[in-house]
C-alpha cells in the first residue's frame, strides 16, 4: 500500500510539473528554409538559457501570410515571424488582409535576420535577367507568402506584369520543378545562404538574377524600409559573381493574447543566446536591437521589460 500510494503521489507531482511548464509555439516559414533553422535554433536557445519552464514547439508554415492571419485566431503563446510591411497591411485591412479583424492585438517581441530575396533560375535556360524571364515559366514565390507578394509587385514595377507565365505551387514543389526542368527558376524569401537554394545548387546549375542600381530605386518605393543587399560570389555552388538584391527587414511577433511573463523569458532567451546561436548559423550578427523600432507595433509589455 506505501508504494502504490508512493507511486501516485510521483504521478501527482509529475503531473503538476508538466502543469507548470509554459508552451510556446514558433511558427516561422517552411522546412528546409532559413526562417525554419531559426525558429530551431530559438528554441534550442531556450533549452541553452535555462528556461527549463519554457516547452518550446516550432510548426512549419507556409510563410508570413498564413502566420498573420493565423494570429488573429491563436490563442496564448503565439510567436511567429513577418516582415513590418505585411503586419501593416493587415492593420490597415489591405490586400491580402482585407475583412479580417483581429490583427490590432499583434505586438513586437524582437528582430529577426533580414529577408533576402532571391531570384533564381536554372543556368542552361540563356536567362540573364530580369527582362529574360518574358515568356517563361515561373514560380514567384511559395503559394500565399511574402515572396510571391513581392515578386508579383517587382514584376509591375519592371513591366514584367503579364508577360511572364507565373506557376502557382508550394515552395518545396518549385524547388524540384526547376530540378526537373518543368519552370525556369522560382523566387524565395530568406536570409542567405539559404538552405534549399544550396542543397538545388549542388546537383542543378542556378544563376540568380539580380537587381541594376535603376531597378533597386524604382523598387524600393515599394518600401521604403527595404535596402539593397549584396549576395557574395560562392555563397551558391556555381554563382560566380555577385549579385545585388532586395533586403526587408523581418520581426517576431506576439500578440496580447500572449503572457507577459512568457514573452519576457522568450525574448530574454534570444538576446542572452543570439552570439552562441552565430556561432552555428553567421546570419545573428545582423540582428541589433536599434532595429526594433523598425518593427511598426507596440512592444509587448514582457519584451519592453
Same mark, same amino acid.
Given at each position: 500500500?506505501?508504494?502504490?500510494?508512493?507511486?501516485?503521489?510521483?504521478?501527482?507531482?509529475?503531473?503538476?510539473?508538466?502543469?507548470?511548464?509554459?508552451?510556446?509555439?514558433?511558427?516561422?516559414?517552411?522546412?528546409?528554409?532559413?526562417?525554419?533553422?531559426?525558429?530551431?535554433?530559438?528554441?534550442?536557445?531556450?533549452?541553452?538559457?535555462?528556461?527549463?519552464?519554457?516547452?518550446?514547439?516550432?510548426?512549419?508554415?507556409?510563410?508570413?501570410?498564413?502566420?498573420?492571419?493565423?494570429?488573429?485566431?491563436?490563442?496564448?503563446?503565439?510567436?511567429?515571424?513577418?516582415?513590418?510591411?505585411?503586419?501593416?497591411?493587415?492593420?490597415?485591412?489591405?490586400?491580402?488582409?482585407?475583412?479580417?479583424?483581429?490583427?490590432?492585438?499583434?505586438?513586437?517581441?524582437?528582430?529577426?535576420?533580414?529577408?533576402?530575396?532571391?531570384?533564381?533560375?536554372?543556368?542552361?535556360?540563356?536567362?540573364?535577367?530580369?527582362?529574360?524571364?518574358?515568356?517563361?515559366?515561373?514560380?514567384?514565390?511559395?503559394?500565399?507568402?511574402?515572396?510571391?507578394?513581392?515578386?508579383?509587385?517587382?514584376?509591375?514595377?519592371?513591366?514584367?506584369?503579364?508577360?511572364?507565365?507565373?506557376?502557382?505551387?508550394?515552395?518545396?514543389?518549385?524547388?524540384?520543378?526547376?530540378?526537373?526542368?518543368?519552370?525556369?527558376?522560382?523566387?524565395?524569401?530568406?536570409?542567405?545562404?539559404?538552405?534549399?537554394?544550396? #542543397?538545388? +545548387?549542388?546537383?542543378? /546549375?542556378?544563376?540568380?538574377?539580380?537587381?541594376?542600381? *535603376?531597378? @533597386? &530605386?524604382?523598387?524600393? $518605393? =515599394?518600401?521604403?524600409?527595404?535596402?539593397?543587399?549584396?549576395?557574395?560570389?560562392?555563397?551558391?555552388?556555381?554563382?560566380?559573381?555577385?549579385?545585388?538584391?532586395?533586403?526587408?527587414?523581418?520581426?517576431?511577433?506576439?500578440?496580447?493574447?500572449?503572457?507577459?511573463?512568457?514573452?519576457?523569458?522568450?525574448?530574454?532567451?534570444?538576446?542572452?543566446?543570439?552570439? #552562441?546561436? +552565430?556561432?552555428?548559423? /553567421?546570419?545573428?550578427?545582423?540582428?541589433?536591437?536599434? *532595429?526594433? @523600432? &523598425?518593427?511598426?507595433? $507596440? =512592444?509587448?509589455?514582457?519584451?519592453?521589460?
Amino acid at each position: 500500500m506505501l508504494r502504490a500510494l508512493a507511486a501516485a503521489l510521483c504521478l501527482t507531482l509529475a503531473a503538476g510539473a508538466a502543469t507548470a511548464q509554459t508552451r510556446i509555439t514558433l511558427k516561422s516559414a517552411s522546412t528546409g528554409s532559413s526562417y525554419f533553422m531559426m525558429s530551431v535554433q530559438l528554441a534550442e536557445g531556450l533549452k541553452g538559457a535555462g528556461q527549463s519552464q519554457i516547452s518550446a514547439t516550432v510548426e512549419e508554415s507556409q510563410g508570413s501570410v498564413q502566420n498573420i492571419k493565423e494570429s488573429a485566431k491563436r490563442p496564448g503563446n503565439f510567436v511567429f515571424t513577418s516582415p513590418p510591411s505585411l503586419v501593416f497591411a493587415a492593420r490597415d485591412g489591405q490586400k491580402p488582409f482585407e475583412g479580417e479583424s483581429g490583427h490590432d492585438a499583434i505586438r513586437a517581441l524582437f528582430v529577426m535576420p533580414a529577408i533576402t530575396m532571391h531570384w533564381v533560375v536554372r543556368a542552361d535556360t540563356g536567362i540573364q535577367s530580369f527582362a529574360d524571364l518574358a515568356g517563361k515559366d515561373f514560380v514567384p514565390g511559395g503559394r500565399g507568402t511574402f515572396a510571391q507578394r513581392q515578386t508579383e509587385q517587382v514584376f509591375r514595377v519592371l513591366g514584367l506584369e503579364g508577360k511572364v507565365k507565373l506557376v502557382d505551387v508550394e515552395l518545396a514543389a518549385a524547388v524540384n520543378a526547376v530540378r526537373n526542368r518543368q519552370v525556369s527558376g522560382f523566387a524565395t524569401a530568406g536570409s542567405h545562404p539559404a538552405p534549399n537554394l544550396q #542543397e538545388l +545548387a549542388v546537383g542543378t /546549375p542556378i544563376r540568380l538574377l539580380g537587381l541594376s542600381p *535603376e531597378q @533597386m &530605386a524604382e523598387v524600393r $518605393k =515599394l518600401d521604403p524600409s527595404s535596402a539593397p543587399i549584396t549576395i557574395p560570389k560562392g555563397t551558391y555552388k556555381g554563382v560566380d559573381h555577385d549579385t545585388v538584391t532586395l533586403s526587408l527587414p523581418v520581426g517576431a511577433y506576439g500578440t496580447t493574447r500572449m503572457d507577459e511573463a512568457a514573452a519576457y523569458a522568450v525574448v530574454k532567451a534570444f538576446w542572452q543566446q543570439k552570439t #552562441e546561436m +552565430a556561432k552555428a548559423n /553567421p546570419w545573428w550578427d545582423s540582428v541589433s536591437p536599434d *532595429e526594433v @523600432m &523598425a518593427l511598426g507595433v $507596440k =512592444l509587448h509589455p514582457g519584451a519592453l521589460r
